[in-house]
């Protein structure tokens, strides 16, 4: 079975094809078109998280559920788009999500020891100005 693959624009398009039949022609098993939808520019992307949790009445469901969303991406989130984060965490009065964020954020950095700390840095200014305190000043990361 032989595989072909072709992308045009921005999306990507697969056709299967079995063995060649005896006359020398080929039978085609399936065909696919992944996405037809618009790139979302990384701009874009961070303008739409930041937005969603700048949202004055968001409750702690919606809250929850776009921190999963976001953390199931394969990327860190930007420190624009933490921010806005912690600030509606603030907003609900909600501390203990706001440390399961800065935990997450960290678990996502994985291997590249460096990005937690940046992200912390960049942070530090709204984790004062909102009393947030990081999980390592709480000894969490000795547990």
């Known amino acids: 079975m032989t595989h072909a693959s072709v992308f045009r624009g921005s999306h990507k398009c697969t056709t299967m094809r079995s063995n060649s039949r005896p006359c020398g022609q080929t039978t085609?098993?399936?065909?696919?078109?992944?996405?037809h939808a618009k790139v979302e520019t990384d701009e874009e992307f961070d303008a739409r998280w930041v937005t969603y949790f700048s949202k004055p009445d968001i409750d702690a469901w919606e809250l929850k559920k776009g921190m999963n969303t976001l953390i199931g991406y394969d990327l860190v989130p930007e420190p624009k788009i933490l921010d806005s984060a912690l600030r509606a965490c603030r907003r609900l009065n909600d501390l203990a999500s706001a440390i399961r964020i800065l935990e997450a954020v960290k678990d996502k950095s994985g291997p590249h020891k460096d990005i937690y700390p940046y992200l912390i840095q960049e942070l530090q200014p709204t984790l004062i100005e909102l009393g947030i305190s990081t999980p390592e000043d709480l000894g969490m990361d000795k547990l």
């Open 28 to 35: 085609p098993l399936a065909s696919r078109c992944y996405s």
